[in-house]
């Protein structure tokens, strides 16, 4: 089955760096674009970045400039380097996959910036 385990967060200063992971098993992981989203308390669940087969990427516009997502096919695995934290980027962060219109989505991970 597909599972995605998410992996980095935790207390960070404002003006700190992040690094997030996501290991991922039961896809041919080369196959898919993968997404990180993030849920902020009392919020939406957001979009943040995607990164595509051909390893195109985008970002929501919050975060660009600051955060770069990355992959490794070898390792199956996806990244969210978060640098120029900010205390409104406090949310629980999630690794997505859509396989044939369904999501998939790791346990999350919480991070938190605050001084």
């Known amino acids: 089955q597909v599972q995605l385990v998410e992996s980095g967060g935790g207390l960070v200063q404002p003006g700190g760096s992040l690094r997030l992971s996501c290991a991922v098993s039961?896809?041919?992981?080369?196959?898919?674009?993968m997404r990180w989203y993030r849920q902020a308390p009392g919020k939406q669940r957001e979009l943040v970045a995607g990164i595509f087969v051909d390893g195109s990427t985008n970002y929501a516009d919050s975060v660009k400039g600051r955060f770069t997502i990355s992959r490794d096919n070898a390792k199956n695995t996806v990244y969210l380097e978060m640098n120029s934290l900010k205390p409104e980027d406090t949310a629980v962060y999630y690794c997505?996959?859509?396989?044939?219109?369904?999501?998939?989505w790791g346990q999350g991970t919480q991070v938190t910036v605050s001084s």
């Open positions: 039961g896809i041919i992981f080369g196959s898919y674009a």
């Open positions: 997505n996959v859509q396989i044939i219109f369904k999501d998939y």
